[in-house]
């Protein structure tokens, strides 16, 4: 496994927001979910889609907290432009299980 040094990891800006909205994605080539994140007055809101139908609905993510990296440039997906990356972590079927905090915590923070 390759070493980073600090900074590189600084470079990676990892925060945390709450879904504002989510509906269904049919149009992506995988079954995926759109999602609205809101980071806070300083990021506001950004968009984005991911495949995790299998543990989520887009009514269950409503109001979640998330982790997302909010430096990435935007990216297309298929009809959708994605403009942050959530993380997740895949269980023991390689379905997605999204990052979040434990507890409530103020949104923009960032991860470190």
Known sequence: MA???????MKVDVRVGRVTRAEPYPEA???AIKMWIDFGGEIGEKKTSAQVTAHYTPES???KQVMAVVNFPPRQIGKFMSEVLVLGLP???????LLSPDQDVPLGGRMH
């Open 3 to 9: 070493e980073i040094d600090f900074d590189d990891f």
């Open 29 to 31: 080539r995988k079954p």
């Open 61 to 63: 993510l409503t109001g």
């Open 91 to 97: 269980d023991a079927n390689g379905d997605i299980v």
